[in-house]
């Protein structure tokens, strides 16, 4: 099992900046790749990016590429999500997730077997 916990979700306004953080405990981090997903009211839970177990590579939803940044520290057990030039559109809950595929197939929410409770990110205009 992996227990996941993120923070620093809460109001921002547009064009603002918000980092978030996910903590994991339990089995070896290193072991999987992780992501970041959002859900909006009434929409279904989308991709937003990912990292490999290294943290050499990463991959991003277009809708977010040179806004967000995804990180992750393994001697921390932490992945990261900077979130610059925020929209009101980027308005969700935001979820970390972990996943023992590769980071090339890792755009599915079926894809992760461990989910955060998530956090709150909101964007005024």
């Known amino acids: 099992q992996v227990q996941l916990v993120e923070s620093g979700g809460g109001l921002v306004q547009a064009g603002g900046s918000l980092s978030l953080s996910c903590a994991a405990s339990g089995r070896t981090f290193t072991n999987y790749v992780m992501g970041w997903f959002r859900q909006a009211p009434g929409k279904e839970r989308e991709f937003v990016a990912v990292?490999?177990?290294?943290?050499?590579?990463?991959n991003y939803a277009d809708f977010v590429k040179g806004r967000f940044t995804i990180s992750r520290d393994n001697a921390r057990n932490t992945v990261y999500l900077q979130m610059n030039s925020l929209r009101p559109g980027d308005t969700a809950f935001y979820f970390c997730?972990?996943?023992?595929?590769?980071?090339?197939?890792?755009?599915?929410?079926?894809?992760?077997?461990?989910w955060g409770q998530g956090t709150q990110v909101t964007v005024s205009s």
């Open positions: 990292i490999s177990r290294s943290g050499l590579s990463t």
């Open positions: 997730a972990a996943g023992a595929g590769g980071i090339g197939s890792s755009y599915y929410p079926s894809q992760y077997a461990y």
